[in-house]
């Protein structure tokens, strides 16, 4: 039986309250891995969260939340201080944190394209560049961004989240050039199509989501356990000779 183990592992998921973060938590929690998942607190969604972390904590998986800003360079050297402080190493980010409003490009302000660049991009930049020497320091480390279909297809609807998300791409290909050799494993998942609160908010009413599937060739939604089972391949032994990769989990829908 071929089986994902992360276990002795730890692994840091940005975002990871709810959706697909949520899924990738799940994932690596169930294959062994010790994992801190950051949120921004908002009471809205703590019941939800209490759920799952209450779920997982029942099977025995290790899971922690923290609230932390994704905006903020200092929250990420805190978080990831404390990690290594509370469990001697950080193996495994996953940059996932994302925000998108359609909106025209002519109505984008300077103001809201900042804001949009800095959730999307520079909160990526900000848990790199924490997780780094942790990594580097143990001569391994894997880096998983959550990127988008928009990198392709030029969809979702935002000037800015299509631009964060192609800048993820340059810096997954920086990374794999200049660290690589020194054993951090850097790749791409571009999710689309996924059934989140994200997706939700675009595609509320179910005529419009229905619409959203007759376009998807499998034939459904995916979930975030499409793209929490594939994080944790990636983070996992298996993945040790894919790097620099984009891999797109769309069901097929942004090429056919
Ligand atoms: N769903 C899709 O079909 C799809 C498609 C392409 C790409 N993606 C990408 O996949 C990633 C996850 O998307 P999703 O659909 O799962 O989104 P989601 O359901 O809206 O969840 C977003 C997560 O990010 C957290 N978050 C947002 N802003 C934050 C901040 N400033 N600091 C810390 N945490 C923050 C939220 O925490 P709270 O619970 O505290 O709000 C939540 O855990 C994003 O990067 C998105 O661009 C999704």
């Not at 990831?80 to 925000?99: C, E, K």
């Not at 997780?131 to 391994?140: C, D, I, K, Y």
């Not at 229905?210 to 459904?220: A, E, M």
Request: hydrophobic share 45%; glycine share 12%; with cysteine.
């Amino acid at each position: 039986m071929l089986t994902i183990d992360l276990s002795g592992s730890v692994a840091l998921v940005t975002g990871g309250s709810r959706g697909i973060g949520a899924g990738i938590v799940e994932a690596f929690a169930r294959a062994g891995a010790t994992v801190v998942l950051t949120h921004t607190g908002n009471p809205r969604y703590a019941d939800r969260l209490g759920a799952m972390l209450g779920e997982l904590r029942d099977k025995g998986c290790h899971v922690e939340a923290a609230v932390a800003d994704a905006c903020s360079p200092d929250a990420a050297d805190r978080l990831v201080r404390q990690i290594v402080d509370s469990h001697g190493r950080l193996d495994v980010m996953v940059a996932n944190v994302g925000q998108n409003l359609a909106r025209p490009a002519e109505e984008t302000t300077a103001e809201s394209w900042r804001h949009f660049i800095d959730v999307n991009l520079s909160s990526a930049f900000h848990a790199v560049r924490a997780a780094l020497p942790a990594m580097l320091g143990a001569g391994r480390g894997r880096i998983l961004f959550i990127g988008s279909s928009v990198v392709f297809d030029g969809g979702g609807g935002a000037i800015d989240y299509a631009a964060a998300k192609a800048g993820m791409v340059g810096m997954m290909r920086y990374l794999t050039r200049n660290y690589a050799r020194r054993g951090i494993n850097s790749n791409v998942i571009h999710p689309a199509v996924i059934e989140t609160d994200l997706l939700d908010e675009r595609y509320g009413n179910p005529q419009d989501k229905q619409k959203l599937v007759d376009r998807v060739p499998v034939g459904r939604l995916g979930q975030p356990a499409d793209i929490g089972n594939l994080a944790a391949y990636l983070a996992s032994s298996h993945g040790d000779f894919i790097c620099g990769q984009e891999i797109l989990v769309d069901g097929g829908r942004t090429f056919y």
